[in-house]
């Protein structure tokens, strides 16, 4: 298995809707999780920290699944603004690493 | 609130040229990273500094070279610019080590986009 896997889209939804990533890990060891935002032609930024069994922040609400090893990123009545690549991040296996996934194209339509 | 700050923004390069990539961060982080970002395989790790003075290698340190000029800057050198280093660069910083049990938030710096003929 990949050190972290996302698919990568893109993920086509109507303003309003709910939409959900997954991404899958392969360190049983992580204890950190994150996910980050990344708009089209500029820099990554988080976008959420999870540490335990979740988080959530307004309309957006991040999972832990340690059993399954995957972490999932929830968006509810998605906007406009919301269109961009989303990273899942976890440590590394090799130790002192973070290991960003391919990320997850979202593109939210009027 | 400058943050962390790459230049050049942008660079052509012919096979075989040398040119480095300077990064500079103004929030007293202790930790600073380059990544290298290509269409569908998320960004790469390139070289890290955990503190002033130390530099390790990341997952792709083949034909890169780096120095941690001091706790701000942390530059990273093509010795000889080959196509397959075409890509987007970015330069991030965090206050712990990323990875580490103190892992925090990464600051990136707007990329540098670096193409080599």
């Known amino acids: 298995r990949k050190e972290v896997e996302q698919d990568p889209g893109p993920f086509n939804v109507p303003e309003g809707a709910t939409v959900a990533f997954n991404c899958t890990y392969s360190n049983s060891a992580s204890q950190s999780f994150f996910w980050y935002r990344q708009d089209c032609r500029k820099e990554p930024k988080l976008l959420m920290s999870v540490y335990s069994s979740g988080n959530e922040d307004g309309r957006f609400t991040a999972q832990l699944n340690r059993a399954s090893q995957y972490i999932s990123l929830l968006i509810r009545d998605s906007k406009l603004s919301d269109s961009a690549t989303y990273l899942c991040?976890?440590?590394?296996?090799?130790?002192?690493?973070?290991?960003f996934g391919g990320g997850t194209r979202l593109m939210v339509k009027p | 609130n400058a943050g962390v700050t790459q230049t050049p923004k942008f660079q052509v390069l012919k096979t075989g040229q040398s040119m480095t990539l300077q990064c500079a961060q103004d929030?007293?982080?202790?930790?600073m990273y380059w990544y290298r970002q290509d269409p569908g395989m998320g960004l790469r790790l390139i070289y890290y500094?955990?503190?002033?003075?130390?530099?390790d290698k990341g997952e792709v340190p083949n034909g890169y070279n780096v120095s941690r000029l001091n706790k701000r800057e942390f530059s990273l050198r093509l010795e000889s610019a080959a196509p397959s280093q075409t890509s987007v660069y970015f330069c991030?910083?965090?206050?712990?080590?990323?990875?580490?049990?103190?892992?925090?938030?990464?600051?990136f710096g707007e990329g540098s986009r670096l193409t080599v003929l």
């Open positions: 991030a910083s965090s206050e712990g080590l990323a990875g580490g049990p103190n892992t925090g938030e990464l600051f």
């Open positions: 991040v976890v440590p590394g296996n090799a130790g002192n690493m973070l290991t």
């Open positions: 929030m007293n982080h202790n930790s």
């Open positions: 500094s955990a503190s002033e003075g130390t530099t």
